[in-house]
């Protein structure tokens, strides 16, 4: 059975870092392009960053470049998001999500493969 599941969640003060895994199983992880998406107190999910199945291909929201940093780790079937210079505005459920050998997308439901989630919560 398919599975993602987020870990690395917690409280943190503005200014620090935080780093989120996902393990992935069930799944050949090579093939799938695999994506970070949030999702802030009251508002929609949105996409935050994404690595190509081929892993040639990086791309991240204008809101987290430059802080955040997406990898993989295809032995473990694991991707990370290392997160650091942390705001309020970070504060959001963290989900992990799986494209099959798919190109780069910004939108949830072009994603059919999702973890359930990791809270993060930046105190100002």
């Known amino acids: 059975q398919v599975q993602l599941v987020e870990s690395g969640g917690g409280l943190v003060q503005a200014g620090g870092s935080l780093s989120l895994s996902c393990a992935a199983s069930g799944l050949i992880f090579s093939r799938y392009t695999m994506t970070w998406f949030r999702q802030p107190p009251g508002k929609e999910r949105e996409f935050v960053a994404s690595?190509?199945?081929?892993?040639?291909?990086?791309y991240y929201s204008d809101s987290v470049k430059g802080r955040f940093t997406i990898s993989r780790d295809l032995a473990k079937s694991t991707v990370y998001l290392q997160m650091r210079s942390l705001a309020s505005e970070d504060t959001a459920i963290y989900y992990c999500?799986?494209?099959?050998?798919?190109?780069?997308?910004?939108?949830?439901?072009?994603?059919?493969?999702w973890g359930q989630g990791t809270q993060v919560t930046v105190s100002s």
């Open positions: 690595i190509s199945w081929h892993g040639a291909n990086i």
């Open positions: 999500a799986a494209g099959y050998q798919a190109a780069i997308t910004v939108a949830p439901e072009d994603y059919r493969i």
